[in-house]
């Protein structure tokens, strides 16, 4: 277990976002074409990397399977609640990217290196696995829905290159083929710079509007998603598979109690922007929920503690 700083690892992320905010109201840029540059290159290239890359053995191969039911579960009825309680209620299509998949790279990782040693964080890439899945499925095609038939939604969803990305780094991880020198060094490239894209995206979103955009009932239900369902979730999981199942260690409950944590996902505003849907809304959400989790840190880490084995 390593020492965890907040001044190396999470300050400089807002940083970015701040940036991204002086950047934008400075030289007004189109978000449009940067999230999409890293919605369709920067991100396959990273998740091709890193699934490639994994090494699975044993039970641990069940987690993205059990961390992708987790995220539709928290996902999708929070799209069902959206329908019901929102006043604007096409913003429920947000939903379920903003509430089934966190920031669980950017900000869920650094916790991760944080806690265990860095041969158990390949674990923790297993169980960002499923919520990538998530996001590259439900939570894409619900964003595009906000301006698309559900037909065109469908085809985009289809067209999302991270899918076809993680296949294939599965396909090489599963028959053990190694992946060139070359290879490695781009996604590791490719890793920083969707770290810095993907937040800074967030600022530049907001950078198009003078204000945030405060609609309460949307902030609340993200919150009510993103932090009390997924608390509620992994916490009925850890339940059952401690004193049912009994497959898992405190280890792999820490991690997977990452997910609760971590704000909404970044690529929420990039997916937004693409779309041209709610763009200032998914921005302020992303924003607001990334301070909250900033500042509950203190409170919420010294329970990711108690799971881990000393």
Known sequence: MTSFSYETTLLPLTLLVVLGWIVGRWRNIDVRPISTIVIYAVAPVVAFGTTAQLVFHGRIVLLPFIVYTLACFCGLTSFVLGRALLK???MRFLLPEATGCGNNGYFGLPLAMALFAPAQVGVYFLIMMGTSIFEATFGYYFVGRGNLSVKDSLKRTAGMPIIYAITAGLILSANHIPLAPGLIKLCDV????????????IGLALAKHKKLSWDFDFIALVMFGKYVLWAAAVAAFVWLDAHVLKIYDGSVYAMIAILVVTPSAANTAAF??????K???AATVVFVTTLL???TLPFTLPLLFTFVPH
């Open 272 to 277: 937004a922007a693409q779309h041209d849907f």
């Open 190 to 201: 490719a890793k920083g710079c969707y770290v810095t894209l993907g937040m800074m995206i």
């Open 88 to 90: 604007k209620k096409d």
């Open 279 to 281: 763009s200032q809304q």
């Open 293 to 295: 989790s900033f500042a």
